[in-house]
């Protein structure tokens, strides 16, 4: 096929060839009109096609695209190819977008996508049937105009999405929905809603089954640790030969019944869903009575072994107090400076045995940190404390009286006072545990009032 600008050379230069040929012939007058005529019906036969070009244009379709003459033939060619591949890709992007749709409604999750002023821009089925929404009402509403509690719109906003969202099924109030928002790029989100009903109740069940046995252990290890101590304390009930025995058996019900308490101590927390008090607590008393429990523990810890004593020191901020329930608290502060006496050796030697308490305000975030100069921890294990029965050295916890549990009872209290810990630790040197409460919580006293 010829190009275009080659076409209309050739056809500009035939005519002027027949028009000079015309001029020799005949006269100029003659060529002038010849050439004139000929331009006149060339330029209307552009405005023909032009007209069918835009009259196409309106309804466009492949069926439709006239077939032109001349130059036109090519325009109408190309424009011919060109329908043909958009029709194609059309085919692509739609059957693309249907295996997309399939796909992310075969997903058990709800998936919505919200926009920049949190509209939803698009939804799954599952995300429709576990949230109330609608696509086709709802689309470009705003999802807080829509799900309206409370602590699903301060989740949106807050902007932090480390952590999901517990939130009720809008249609079963007995199931209940996770929900995780992750930022896209252009500033749109995406929320995925999990289903966490049939998990829950595995988990209510472990709770459960957890409390029983705790419970059923209780009594009968009771009653042995209870004869175990009568007879120790009776005057020849034990023979001599047997007496170390007897004390191993006393040492072993005692660490049982403090690891049982300690499971009911952790289920009852987990297991509590409502908020915890909020009542204001003062903090220099119970620091104050957490120092003096602390040097009396770590005095009962050397009763047997002649050691230098834990140097326990307090520094408090006696105008910073704070919300949250004093029971729950005083386990986590005192689970964290009973950790310090235990994995802080002791000897005569400088800095040894040291163990600072403090608590202070920073960037409005109350913090109740304890410092020791111990054993210290070991990078790798730091993320791993929390866990239930997760212990860096087994026999010094043991022979501490520790159960494994201290820490996961201190992160479910925290959670629940939507406080943090952080733990920093050398090896050898020792290690700082500090938990930060959020600002709602903090009360600052009115100094001089
Ligand atoms: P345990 O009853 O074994 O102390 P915890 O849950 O309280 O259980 O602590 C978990 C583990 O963390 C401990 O076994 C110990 O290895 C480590 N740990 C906790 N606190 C300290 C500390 N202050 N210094 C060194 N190691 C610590």
């Not at 997309?100 to 058990?108: I, K, R």
């Not at 006393?250 to 660490?255: K, L, M, S, V």
């Not at 502060?333 to 202070?360: H, K, M, Q």
Request: proline share 2%; glycine share 6%.
């Amino acid at each position: 096929m010829l190009d275009i600008r080659l076409k209309a050379g050739l056809l500009v230069a035939a005519l002027s060839i027949i028009c000079v040929f015309l001029w020799l012939i005949s006269s100029a007058m003659t060529a002038l009109l010849v050439f004139t005529s000929i331009l006149i019906l060339y330029l209307f036969s552009h405005i023909f096609w032009l007209h069918k070009l835009l009259f196409w244009f309106k309804k466009p379709t492949l069926k439709e695209i006239p077939e032109g003459s001349g130059i036109w033939e090519d325009v109408f060619d190309a424009l011919l190819k060109y329908e043909r591949n958009n029709n194609l890709n059309q085919i692509k992007l739609n059957s693309a977008l249907e295996r997309f749709n399939l796909t992310a409604n075969a997903v058990p999750d709800g998936l919505v996508i919200l926009g920049n002023v949190n509209q939803i821009e698009w939804c799954t089925a599952n995300a429709e049937n576990q949230l109330g929404l609608n696509l086709d009402t709802d689309k470009n509403l705003p999802i807080v105009n829509l799900i309206r509690d409370s602590h699903f719109i301060a989740y949106l906003y807050s902007e932090v999405y480390t952590e999901p969202l517990k939130l009720k099924h809008c249609r079963n109030s007995d199931a209940t929905l996770e929900i995780q928002v992750i930022p896209l790029a252009s500033k749109q989100k995406l929320l995925i809603s999990r289903d966490m009903t049939q998990l829950e109740k595995v988990d209510v069940m472990r709770r459960d089954f957890i409390a029983n046995v705790s419970h059923e252990l209780r009594t009968p290890l009771t009653v042995v640790g209870g004869f175990l101590e009568t007879l120790t304390d009776m005057d020849g009930a034990v023979p001599d030969n047997l007496k170390n025995y007897f004390g191993l058996m006393q040492e072993q019900t005692g660490r049982m019944r403090r690891i049982i308490e300690d499971l009911l101590t952790l289920s009852t927390i987990e297991s509590s869903t409502g908020n915890p008090n909020n009542n204001e607590i003062d903090m220099h008393g119970l620091l104050k009575s957490i120092q003096k429990d602390a040097i009396n523990f770590s005095q009962g810890l050397h009763q047997n072994v002649k050691r230098a004593k834990h140097h326990i020191r307090l520094e408090a901020d006696a105008n910073l107090n704070l919300r949250g329930s004093l029971e729950e608290l005083r386990s986590a502060f005192t689970n964290l400076v009973s950790n310090a006496i235990r994995y802080t050796p002791t000897s005569d030697a400088n800095n040894s045995g040291e163990i600072l308490i403090s608590w202070y305000l920073q960037d409005d975030q109350a913090v109740f940190s304890v410092r020791d100069t111990g054993i210290g921890i070991e990078e790798k294990h730091i993320d791993r404390l929390t866990e239930r029965f997760y212990r860096v050295d087994r026999s010094r916890s043991r022979e501490t009286g520790g159960t494994g549990l201290g820490l996961s009872i201190v992160k479910h209290i925290l959670i629940r006072h939507q406080a943090k810990l952080e733990i920093t630790s050398i090896l050898g040197t020792g290690s700082a545990f500090s938990i930060k409460f959020p600002k709602a919580r903090v009360v600052k006293k009115q100094v001089g009032v």
